[in-house]
């Protein structure tokens, strides 16, 4: 089983849509959490790190849940620029590496 | 002010050769990491200094891999004898302290063997 994993998608969403893909981690010793958005032949850019209380950045809101092991992001009002592929990424305490997911391909369409 | 940057953009070397990546972090950052990433994977460790030091290189795939950041700065990730296996865009990554919260990424340096 991979540490970290998500549904590669692709997820296509009209315009306007709203939209949620959860990523699920297996270290239940897991600390830090993020979401990072990555477009097509492009780096990788933080999108918002994933808080204990939830977390909301304008049209984007990021959910954990400890029990479950699993992240969550929700895009609301879906625009043609959020096309791009999301990664889910998860730290432990006891490291410094970061634990990524293979990410998920999110196509909106007009 | 520039982010990191990293050359080559592109390199493309034949099987059994030696190649060298570079890297610039972002002014003042001292934390750098190396990763690797191949089509629809995520980005894959490699190596993470603290300074002039290798505080984690528990990801480099085997002894054909090496890092060096000397001056706390500029980091080269080094392979010998290249295989088509270690075809694949390698990123570089730096952050203003210890700890993995916003990484800021170079544009990577898509390496292919043939």
């Known amino acids: 089983r991979k540490e970290v994993e998500q549904d590669p998608g692709p997820f296509n969403v009209p315009e306007g849509a709203t939209v949620a893909f959860n990523c699920t981690y297996s270290?239940?010793?897991?600390?830090?959490f993020f979401w990072y958005r990555q477009d097509c032949r492009k780096e990788p850019k933080l999108l918002m790190s994933?808080?204990?209380?939830?977390n909301e950045d304008g049209r984007f809101t990021a959910q954990l849940n400890r029990a479950s092991q699993y992240i969550s992001l929700l895009i609301r009002d879906s625009k043609l620029s959020d096309s791009a592929t999301y990664l889910c990424?998860?730290?432990?305490?006891?490291?410094?590496?970061?634990?990524w997911g293979a990410g998920t391909k999110l196509i909106i369409k007009p | 002010g520039a982010g990191v940057s990293q050359t080559p953009s592109n390199k493309v070397t034949e099987k059994g050769k030696y190649v060298e990546l570079r890297c610039d972090p972002i002014s003042g950052h001292t934390a750098l990491y190396w990763y690797r990433q191949s089509l629809g994977q995520g980005p894959e460790f490699l190596i993470y200094f603290q300074g002039t030091g290798a505080a984690d290189d528990s990801g480099l795939p085997n002894d054909r891999f090496f890092a060096v950041r000397p001056e706390g700065s500029v980091s080269t990730l080094k392979i010998q004898r290249t295989e088509r296996g270690d075809s694949a865009v390698y990123l570089c990554?730096?952050?203003?302290?210890?700890?993995?919260?916003?990484?800021?990424f170079g544009p990577g340096t898509r390496l292919t063997v043939t």
């Open positions: 270290n239940s010793a897991s600390q830090s």
């Open positions: 990554a730096s952050s203003p302290g210890g700890t993995p919260v916003e990484q800021y």
């Open positions: 990424v998860v730290n432990n305490a006891s490291n410094y590496q970061l634990i």
């Open positions: 994933v808080y204990s209380s939830g």
